[in-house]
């Protein structure tokens, strides 16, 4: 008769529980540096867009610090921002989640999709015409996607 045990009187059934738990944790760990890079992401989108100044959004900040060039009694302080505010959308619809964490493929994503989509929202990211790109879609997909991996790595590590 053959017996496999180790120190301790563990058997092979008490290896398959710690493989178990093992991946139930990874799976944890994973999912919530997912989660961690997408919300990462969708805050770098909303950051780059403040930063990306246009010439509209200049002509708006004089505006607003002086009202006597507005035209048609406009008012302007609501957005005196130099970036991307002409209705405040664009940043404000920015959003980011995990698909199916419970899954065996699970999915992050951030940006703008379904009812929070405008198409303007495209135009002024990728650029068009006359509008120069913000490109804060790639630009924080690349950031995210190395945080993303630097955590997995962390996680790898941690065995």
């Known amino acids: 008769m053959a017996k496999v045990t180790w120190r301790n009187g ?3 059934r008490h290896a398959e529980r710690l493989v178990v738990e093992r991946r139930d944790n ?3 760990d994973l999912t919530e ?3 961690m890079s997408t919300t990462k992401g969708a805050d770098l989108i909303q950051d780059y867009l403040e930063a990306a100044v246009t010439k509209t959004g200049l002509a708006r900040v ?3 610090s002086n009202p006597s060039m507005a035209l048609g009694g406009e008012d302007f ?6 970036g991307r505010h002409v209705s405040g959308n664009m940043i404000s619809s920015v959003s980011n989640e995990v698909r199916t964490p419970r899954a065996r493929r699970v999915t992050g994503v951030f ?3 379904g009812a929070n989509f405008e198409k303007y929202f495209r135009d002024q ?3 068009l015409g006359n509008i120069p790109a913000a490109r804060a879609l790639p630009m924080a997909y690349i950031q995210a996607l190395a945080l993303f991996r630097e955590r997995v790595a962390k996680i790898v590590r941690k065995g």
């Open 26 to 28: 990874l799976r944890a």
């Open 33 to 35: 540096a997912l989660e």
């Open 10 to 12: 563990r058997t092979l």
């Open 62 to 64: 004089e505006m607003a």
């Open 125 to 127: 990211d990728l650029g």
């Open 77 to 82: 302080s609501a957005s005196a921002f130099p």
């Open 111 to 113: 940006g703008w999709w």
